[in-house]
């Protein structure tokens, strides 16, 4: 019966119920997008990182895992010196470059033979490897992005690069140049911001770490098996809170929805409320029917909640190959519980002030 | 339970018109009823001596204002005494907390009202249920059946209020207020909103139900002709009973 009383209730007032619905379900689908836009970035740049297949990355003291906004401020002789160490097959350096004019784009400046050492290559789905200066490999996402093919000229940096190939993503980044090209578009002649190290054996990684700690102490030396790990938002300094605070600003939104939709529909009831006491309807009746229609309302909140963050990703995806938002049921349920709780707290007070309610004075309300 | 569960031997201590010396199932004592208007107090009720016998049915008439709601909310548990007492089935209502008198409302009062006061939401058959939920017992089919089936509603069980004639809603609100077979049927003008056809029709089943079932019935009317139908009717003046005279 109180199934009944609740949905017909919510039928009722269609247009109510779906503003509640609709503000439920975009709380639902921010928790679930933020939060998987930002750990799909993360992840997804990790995975990137440790699909290079190098073993160790070295980079300046301090540094951030965040190696995209690294500056240049290692000499790139460094290499050399770890390339001597035991175990270490081969060295790449590497020059990152972040830019934002037009598009956001990382671009690294590598050594075609060196960084070909470290990572065992690219795979090449049209075109060939750096041999100009001004080549540029572009990878499958990116291209589909900037709608690029091999032949053409893309203009990054203030620069005209000519597209060489299309290669396969999963390498670290999805823009690569010559490196001394790079160096002198940047003013870092002789500079890098990473080092990549292959051992010779992974299982000599430690080795290779503590020998290269050694030789030069306070830099970050880093197993690139540990990224996946390590990126995570609770490791990047004020995204944990950012993800905390936008949490609380959707649930707030929520709740407040909820708040006037119940509010309004307690007054709108005040009538009902009057009858329901004159059947011997207590006040704990009068909250539960309040606050399991709220339920429903929010767990139809949450399903179309559950839906927009996968229509949002596919139309986010659709525009933005290179993005990646990770949704995770994990992450649904706890946003649905959240939505829920929100829901909650939103309709308690209606509910309350609706038990309180004076009979006589509720079944004489016009 | 079949509807002739509300059936009751009548007990000893009360001379109803035609029936038997009973005690009364409800009385009230020097009952006085204020409502705060700004900073006064507005007497409704001013010292209420009333009694009903168990199976009686009573019908109260007065002018507008002069207390009569005021009287049957406070019976039914609605609203508290300001001063004096009311015993509904030797329950003081007058010293019961909200939560009592809501108990003892679900289980022994019915209310019928002048506005019908169905749930808009909810089909005739929901409406009538609605107390049975409340109650506690849950759904029972066959009482259910029975009480739709005496007033005639069978076939309007699944229509909502909205298309329902005013009989109709007011059989359907007479059903969910005997649905638990409560000893106590409150009526708060329940013929105000019918036309004379309709209104006949409601008095008759309020009858049927008094000297068939023998639910005791106490129903405030403006219309003279409504009294013929009940075993005695009180006038109200002034927030007081001024006489209780046997109907005609």
């Known amino acids: 019966m109180m199934g009944e009383l609740v949905v017909r209730n919510l039928i009722h007032r269609p247009l109510r119920t779906l503003i509640g619905v609709l503000a439920v379900g975009v709380e639902v689908a921010l928790i679930v997008l933020i939060v998987g836009l930002t750990s799909g970035m993360l992840s997804e740049t990790a995975k990137r990182i440790e699909g290079i297949g190098a073993d160790i990355m070295v980079q300046p003291p301090a540094a951030s895992i965040l190696i995209n906004f690294s500056g240049s401020p290692m000499p790139t002789k460094i290499g050399e010196k770890l390339a001597e160490l035991k175990y270490v097959q081969a060295t790449a350096p590497a020059l990152l470059q972040f830019n934002s004019s037009g598009s956001v784009d990382t671009i690294w400046g590598i050594e075609p033979e060196s960084f070909r050492a470290v990572s065992s290559g690219f795979v090449f789905l049209e075109g060939h490897d750096l041999e100009g200066p001004d080549d540029i490999l572009v990878d499958d996402w990116a291209a589909k992005a900037k709608n690029l093919k091999p032949g053409d000229t893309f203009n990054l940096l203030n620069h005209d690069w000519h597209v060489a190939a299309i290669i396969e993503h999963g390498k670290g980044a999805r823009l690569f140049v010559p490196l001394t090209t790079l160096q002198d578009l940047v003013g870092a002649h002789d500079k890098a911001s990473i080092f990549l190290i292959k051992c010779t054996r992974p299982e000599h990684t430690e080795d290779v770490m503590a020998e290269a700690r050694q030789l030069i102490p306070g830099y970050t030396i880093r197993p690139l098996s540990a990224f996946l790990s390590l990126m995570t938002s609770t490791n990047i300094p004020g995204l944990q809170t950012f993800i905390n605070v936008m949490i609380w600003l959707a649930v707030t939104i929520g709740l407040l929805v909820v708040f006037l939709t119940m509010y309004t529909t307690v007054i709108e009831r005040t009538r009902d409320i009057g009858v329901l006491k004159s059947l011997g309807a207590g006040r704990a009746f009068i909250v539960r029917a309040l606050l399991t229609e709220s339920a429903g309302l929010c767990l139809i909140g949450i399903l179309a909640g559950i839906g927009l963050s996968y229509l949002a990703r596919a139309a986010f995806l659709a525009g933005f190959p290179t993005l990646s938002i990770l949704i995770t049921w994990p992450w649904i349920l706890r946003a649905g519980g959240i939505a829920l709780l929100g829901a909650m707290l939103g309709a308690s007070y209606p509910a309350w002030i609706a038990s309180r309610k004076d009979a006589v004075e509720a079944l004489s309300y016009d | ?248």
């Open chain 2, 1 to 248: 339970m079949g509807i002739t569960a509300t059936i009751r031997e009548p007990a000893e201590g009360l001379t109803v018109p035609g029936k038997k010396s009973l005690d009364p199932i409800l009385k009230t004592e020097n009952l006085w009823k204020l409502y705060r208007a700004g900073k006064v107090d507005v007497p409704a009720l001013r010292g209420v001596n009333f009694a009903v016998a168990p199976g009686e049915s009573v019908a109260v008439m007065g002018p507008s204002g002069c207390g009569k709601s005021s009287l049957l909310y406070v019976i039914g548990g609605l609203a508290q005494a300001s001063k004096g007492r009311v015993l509904v089935d030797g329950n003081d209502l007058s010293a019961m907390s909200d939560a009592e008198r809501t108990k003892l409302r679900r289980s022994k009062i019915g209310f019928v009202f002048q506005r019908f006061n169905l749930l808009p939401t909810l089909p005739a058959k929901g409406n009538i249920a609605i107390a049975q939920f409340i109650h506690g017992d849950g759904f029972d089919p066959h009482r259910f059946e029975v009480v739709t089936s005496l007033l005639g509603l069978a076939g309007r069980l699944q229509h909502k209020p909205s298309e329902l004639s005013g009989g109709e809603q007011q059989r359907v609100a007479i059903a969910r207020a005997i649905i638990n077979e409560p000893k106590i049927l409150l009526a708060d003008e329940p013929t105000g909103n019918l036309d004379s056809k309709n209104s006949e029709v409601v008095l008759q089943m309020l009858r049927q139900l008094n000297k068939d079932l023998g639910q005791t019935i106490v129903m405030i009317t403006h219309n003279p002709e409504a009294t013929a139908y009940f075993d005695r009717v009180v006038h109200m003046r002034d927030g007081v009973i001024v006489d209780g005279v046997p109907a005609d």
